[in-house]
């Protein structure tokens, strides 16, 4: 009899399953964020450092040109 009241104290319920997927979920969701916004921001510099650099070299190899024509062939920075 004793050894069946421990199994039952011990037992896995709905509800500690519920509760842990919830710890689990916003755990989870709280590191992504803490990781992913850092390497977005970085990501998305490297690539705005990169669409700028081709920019003004597009402009530089078309020096002479009118602003209309270079920003229909170059595009804009921004």
């Known amino acids: 009899m004793k050894g069946s009241t421990v199994n039952k104290e011990n037992a896995i319920t709905r509800k ?7 710890i689990g979920l916003v755990l989870g969701g709280l590191i992504g964020l803490v990781a992913g916004v850092p ?3 970085i990501g998305h510099r490297i ?7 081709q920019v003004l ?18 595009g804009a920075v921004y």
Do not use: M, P
């Open 16 to 22: 500690n399953l519920v509760s842990s997927l919830t």
């Open 47 to 53: 690539i705005f450092q990169q669409r700028t650099a």
């Open 39 to 41: 390497l977005g921001w």
């Open 57 to 74: 070299l597009c402009r530089q190899q078309h020096y002479g040109l009118a602003e209309a024509d270079l920003q229909s062939k170059c």
